[in-house]
């Protein structure tokens, strides 16, 4: 999502400078690490203030995604010494953190949210967890997850079926333990309660998980799935609009980015109402949010669909609205643009108000 942001930026006639390379993410709360990396970003911030004293100031400053394993130790200095707007993208705040190993990584980060002019949440539950933290809901604005959707067809029409044909259904996701491959187990047991119905499943994908991702899957008859291995964006877009419906449960996803694509491709999605996915799709119209994290209520859902072929259609056209009306890169980006200025014009007006 960084990438889509900085191309939003640019398309909006922003000029977008990535103005250090300092990585502050650590997996584990290491005490030892801390200290060097907060050496590495006085050092950091040095060179960055030296360059600017000698060329241009920025106008303001954007990070993304930091949380306590990533805190910006750059940002919130760089912009008070500069007298520029902060501005986050993606941050979240996890109150459980404040104590404990990960406390000191944590600190920064709640103080860079305080003095950001404009926090930008991509979920509604980190929207919702900011206002909390923060006490208010100024300075957030809800900006949700964007595709560029140029390289899709706005306007697929649906396959049609002759009467006992296979309906293609589709996945698209790495293959990594964890929540990953908890989803490709949980998707293979739901597919198991609909043997009675045509199906095929694509699987579009691959990692070091994929044994356990076919172990999964061998339970079902091998004409009902086929592994596609991993495709470049090109091949998934192609599968994505040869297919009919888009399942996967999403255990853990932040948003998604492959609903938004799913969808972009004309295909009504189902999903675990889990995280942010929420975010990314119109429950009920673009496709369906299962409550109950269950196989036999998710497959329920999927079974639905299969059976509905014009809900299917019409799921799939709103699904194609959705993208290219209200989640494209240029609606993004002239939002974006809207939301810094205002942020720009916010930030000046208070500053006047302090001299």
Known sequence: MARAL???????????????????????????AYVVLDTAARRECQRIADAWREGATPNLWLTYHPYYKAPDLLGPELAQAFAIPYVTAEASYAKKRESGDWAKWQKPVGLALRQATLNLCFTRPDYLGLAQFLGSEQGLAYFPPFLDTSAFMPQRQPRAHDAGQSVQLICVAMMRPGVKLESYAFLACALGHLMHLPWHLTIVGDGPARPQVEAAFSALPAETYSFRGALDSARVREALHAADLFVWPGFGEAYGIAYLEAQAAGLPVVALNEGGIASVLKPNETGILVQEKTPAAYAGAVEALIKDETGRAVMGRAAAAFLHRERSLVSAAQRLDRLLHDALQRYQAEAKTHD
């Open 6 to 32: 900085i191309e939003a930026l640019t398309r909006a006639g922003h000029t977008v400078t990535l103005v250090s390379r300092l990585r502050s993410f650590h997996k584990v709360p290491d005490a030892a």
